[in-house]
């Protein structure tokens, strides 16, 4: 159910109550909706007439004593109607397992710290209330995006000490899913500024977590030690990042209760220095889904240097995550950079070895790597041992790798992609169906390549690669991998050349099928070009049309392209 108050009259106030009245004790689920939103935050314009309206809060939650789920996203955080509903809500409404409180309006503006304040405690005393008065023994989600953010130490504290005597049994804390930058996740409003000691309160007590985003926590080595030292049986989900906006000289000077702590960005096993970030998960031994998210192209900026370095999440990582999280079921990498794909910024503490390390992981069904050194030889060698273990459920497991680490400037025309690529598909040809074991296992793999780079590639260079290198390995491949189903994403694939190879989609059926030789369109772009001819994609005149096209293996790539349209591009 909702409430939704546009102007706070009274004829709309009556109606909502009349409202309440006919289904108040059937609602398990509230939302309550003040003034404009815009559907993920209270918009931007207060309108000044609903801070003078009166609202009789106590009148419409006496009608509603069954609600579990509490949400006001759609509320204003700085309203003065805020603390009034929270204290009409634990009055009357002893059964809530759920709270989500709502964002500040403007992400780059400071909060009103007194208006904020009068929310922080009253939803305090709504939780203690829950606890000691309520049916379910505290709150079971309790989301917070926007706490003060002036004297973060202080408000931190107070808030996660809440938590600990209030809400013990906390499965969702989750104030950071609406609080975590829209686009990268790697930049977070809300943050914990907690000691070491509240930390380990918090995990001795709060053990009943289900998920868990470490963009709120300091990345720090001691913080990883106390997460791994107390177990969460129920915890499924975990998301790790360093956000970008934490500021270590903040959080010495703030924490620093002596003032002999030296206030400096670089400590060992903090930020940057930190190595040991695999030490968590001996505390998330069912964990089935792990997100790690990263921007290596922040991390070469000077501002940033201090928050992490990419290859904590290498080799030593992934060992971790395969001694201690059995059940996992999806681990995922995303570089979160905004830079232009001309660059290719790998993980290299990220190798073959880490790779291998998660072979063994009989439930794992989904991997998505951001560029790394994993070699093509690497990636058979992973796809044989998966293929080939024992007790495997039925179903498809779906790889995705950036294949290939930086670019050698010197060399520009061998890209890491195009040989690691050639090295993969020479081993697999070397490798008969039988010993690997993709076409027999009982669970299919999907196989994609990614080319990290969007550069081009010398025409008369990819000529020679296409007829000399790629299409005998295509027919070999076709040959000694019958169940095989293969396809190549080229860019402007013309008499034998290329621009670029966007991908490659491997898979294995299911049973005996005839060919599929379908093509399946791509897109297609025309090249405008001001000289008579242009080296890049042999076109004369400005009157060549690139193509892009998928071809399936079948050991040549004379194909027809079903259908073709046209896109200016500028080269």
């Given at each position: 159910?909702?409430?939704?108050?546009?102007?706070?009259s009274?004829?709309?106030?009556?109606?909502?109550?009349?409202q309440v009245?006919?289904?108040?004790?059937?609602v398990?689920?509230?939302?309550?909706?003040?003034?404009?939103?815009?559907?993920?935050?209270?918009?931007?314009?207060?309108?000044?007439?609903?801070?003078?309206?009166?609202?009789?809060?106590?009148?419409?939650?006496a009608?509603?004593?069954?609600?579990?789920?509490?949400?006001?996203?759609?509320?204003?955080?700085?309203?003065?109607?805020?603390?009034?509903?929270?204290?009409?809500?634990?009055?009357?409404?002893?059964?809530?397992?759920?709270?989500?409180?709502?964002?500040k309006?403007?992400?780059?503006?400071?909060?009103?710290?007194?208006?904020?304040?009068?929310?922080?405690?009253?939803?305090?005393?709504?939780?203690?209330?829950w606890h000691?008065?309520?049916?379910?023994?505290?709150?079971?989600?309790?989301?917070?995006?926007?706490r003060?953010?002036?004297?973060?130490?202080?408000?931190?504290?107070?808030?996660?000490?809440?938590?600990?005597?209030?809400?013990?049994?906390?499965?969702y804390?989750?104030?950071?899913s609406?609080?975590?930058d829209?686009?990268?996740?790697?930049?977070?409003?809300?943050?914990?500024?907690?000691?070491?000691?509240?930390?380990?309160?918090?995990?001795?007590?709060?053990?009943?977590?289900?998920?868990?985003?470490?963009?709120?926590?300091?990345?720090?080595?001691?913080?990883?030690?106390?997460?791994?030292?107390?177990?969460?049986?129920?915890?499924t989900?975990?998301?790790?990042?360093?956000?970008?906006?934490?500021?270590?000289?903040?959080?010495?000077?703030?924490?620093?209760?002596t003032g002999?702590?030296k206030?400096d960005?670089?400590?060992?096993?903090y930020?940057?220095?930190?190595?040991?970030?695999?030490?968590l998960?001996?505390?998330?031994?069912?964990?089935a889904?792990?997100?790690?998210?990263?921007?290596?192209?922040k991390?070469?900026?000077?501002?940033?240097?201090?928050?992490?370095?990419?290859?904590?999440?290498?080799?030593?990582f992934?060992?971790?995550?395969?001694?201690?999280?059995?059940l996992?079921?999806?681990?995922?990498?995303?570089?979160?950079?905004?830079?232009?794909?001309d660059?290719?910024r790998?993980?290299?503490?990220?190798?073959?070895?880490?790779?291998l390390?998660?072979?063994?992981?009989?439930?794992?069904t989904?991997?998505?790597?951001?560029?790394?050194?994993?070699?093509?030889?690497?990636?058979?060698?992973?796809l044989?041992?998966?293929?080939?273990?024992?007790?495997?459920?039925?179903?498809?497991?779906?790889?995705?790798?950036?294949?290939?680490?930086?670019?050698?400037?010197?060399?520009?025309?061998?890209?890491?992609f195009?040989?690691?690529?050639?090295?993969?598909?020479?081993?697999?040809?070397?490798t008969s169906?039988?010993?690997?074991?993709?076409?027999t296992?009982i669970?299919?793999?999907?196989?994609?390549?990614?080319?990290?780079?969007?550069?081009?590639?010398?025409?008369?260079?990819s000529?020679?690669?296409?007829?000399?290198?790629l299409?005998?390995?295509?027919?070999?491949?076709?040959?000694?991998?019958?169940?095989?189903?293969?396809?190549?994403?080229v860019r402007?694939?013309?008499?034998?050349?290329?621009r670029?190879?966007?991908?490659?989609?491997?898979?294995?059926?299911?049973g005996?099928?005839?060919?599929?030789?379908?093509?399946?369109?791509?897109d297609?772009?025309?090249?405008e070009?001001?000289?008579?001819?242009c080296?890049?994609?042999?076109?004369?005149?400005?009157?060549?049309?690139?193509?892009?096209?998928?071809?399936?293996?079948?050991?040549?790539?004379?194909?027809?392209?079903?259908?073709?349209?046209?896109?200016?591009?500028?080269?």
């Open positions: 159910m909702q409430l939704t108050f546009k102007f706070g009274r004829s709309e106030v009556l109606a909502i109550h009349r009245q006919q289904r108040g004790r059937a398990r689920d509230l939302r309550v909706r003040m003034g404009r939103s815009d559907g993920d935050r209270f918009q931007a314009g207060d309108w000044p007439w609903m801070e003078e309206r009166e609202i009789p809060w106590d009148a419409l939650f009608l509603l004593p069954a609600i579990k789920r509490l949400d006001l996203r759609l509320f204003s955080l700085e309203s003065r109607h805020l603390p009034a509903l929270l204290q009409s809500a634990a009055k009357y409404c002893l059964q809530v397992e759920t709270l989500v409180l709502p964002k309006k403007k992400p780059e503006v400071q909060v009103d710290t007194a208006a904020v304040s009068r929310a922080m405690d009253a939803m305090s005393d709504a939780v203690k209330r000691l008065k309520g049916k379910c023994g505290g709150l079971k989600q309790l989301s917070v995006p926007t003060n953010e002036v004297d973060r130490f202080r408000t931190s504290t107070t808030f996660i000490e809440d938590v600990i005597r209030y809400c013990p049994n906390v499965e804390l989750d104030g950071y609406f609080a975590v829209d686009v990268g996740e790697i930049e977070c409003a809300e943050m914990w500024v907690i000691s070491l000691g509240t930390w380990k309160a918090f995990n001795e007590t709060c053990t009943n977590l289900r998920e868990f985003h470490w963009a709120v926590m300091p990345f720090a080595d001691t913080f990883f030690r106390v997460f791994g030292e107390h177990v969460k049986p129920q915890l989900s975990l998301s790790l990042t360093c956000n970008l906006s934490w500021d270590w000289q903040e959080y010495w000077r703030s924490t620093d209760t002999t702590s206030v960005d670089r400590k060992h096993g930020g940057a220095l930190s190595c040991d970030v695999g030490a998960f001996k505390g998330c031994p069912s964990l889904s792990l997100d790690v998210s990263l921007d290596q192209e991390a070469e900026d000077e501002v940033y240097a201090t928050r992490f370095d990419a290859s904590v999440f290498g080799d030593k992934c060992r971790a995550v395969a001694e201690n999280c059995p996992l079921k999806s681990f995922y990498i995303y570089d979160c950079s905004a830079y232009e794909t660059v290719a790998p993980i290299t503490a990220f190798t073959d070895n880490g790779l390390a998660l072979a063994d992981l009989k439930n794992l989904s991997v998505d790597l951001c560029p790394t050194l994993c070699s093509g030889v690497g990636v058979l060698q992973f044989q041992r998966v293929s080939n273990l024992s007790d495997l459920s039925p179903g498809r497991m779906q790889i995705a790798m950036q294949l290939g680490g930086r670019l050698d400037e010197e060399d520009a025309e061998c890209q890491p195009y040989q690691e690529l050639l090295s993969f598909f020479e081993c697999l040809a070397d169906e039988a010993d690997l074991g993709a076409a296992c669970r299919k793999t999907a196989l994609t390549f990614i080319n990290p780079l969007d550069t081009s590639v010398d025409r008369y260079w000529i020679s690669y296409l007829s000399g290198k299409e005998p390995l295509l027919t070999r491949l076709a040959r000694v991998h019958p169940a095989l189903d293969l396809k190549v994403g402007r694939y013309n008499d034998g050349s290329f670029r190879i966007d991908r490659i989609n491997m898979g294995w059926r299911f005996p099928q005839e060919d599929d030789t379908d093509i399946e369109d791509g297609y772009e025309d090249c070009c001001e000289d008579s001819e080296e890049d994609c042999g076109c004369e005149d400005s009157e060549y049309e690139c193509e892009d096209a998928e071809y399936e293996c079948d050991g040549s790539l004379d194909n027809e392209y079903i259908e073709s349209e046209s896109e200016s591009e500028e080269d």
